[in-house]
């Protein structure tokens, strides 16, 4: 093994760490505590319980079928960051532990209930989790930073 890799490994496995604890946290604590919707800003944001048995923003695909496919893509997309993007930026490695703690999370979710549990509710947004928006917001700052964090 690469020092490159061993050194993209470590803060991958601590943000990744991070961002599947804080949601798994934030996600008992709903569930066992929360009685009623919390308004934090009235008719914009607001705490909730949802239990979503799709994917992304509410698409319906077969259980079966989800269960292959997200550890398939979390392969394969780690595949691909090792392959074609920088391991030595520090963007990368939070960007894709972001990523991959919150795919984990919500995957461990699916094994366990058979759907995602959501507690966040922003405007006309569908309801998500902190996991959704690691995944989310990660995948865009890799898209949008492609051209300065590919390798050359």
Known sequence: MSKQFIKFVSLFVIVAFVTFALD?????????????????IEGFVRITYSQNPGVAFGLQIPQIVQL?????????????????????SVFVQITVGAIAGGA???????????????????????????ADAAITVGILLLVLFYGKIKRV
């Open 24 to 40: 798994r946290a934030i996600k008992e604590v709903v569930v066992r505590f929360l009685t009623q919707d919390i308004h934090i």
């Open 104 to 130: 984990i999370s919500n995957f461990t979710d699916r094994i366990l209930h058979s759907y995602v549990i959501d507690y966040l509710a922003i405007w006309f947004w569908p309801v998500f989790n902190l």
């Open 68 to 88: 292959i496919l997200v550890p398939a893509l979390i392969v394969g997309g780690f595949h691909l960051v090792t392959q074609h993007l920088r391991l030595d």
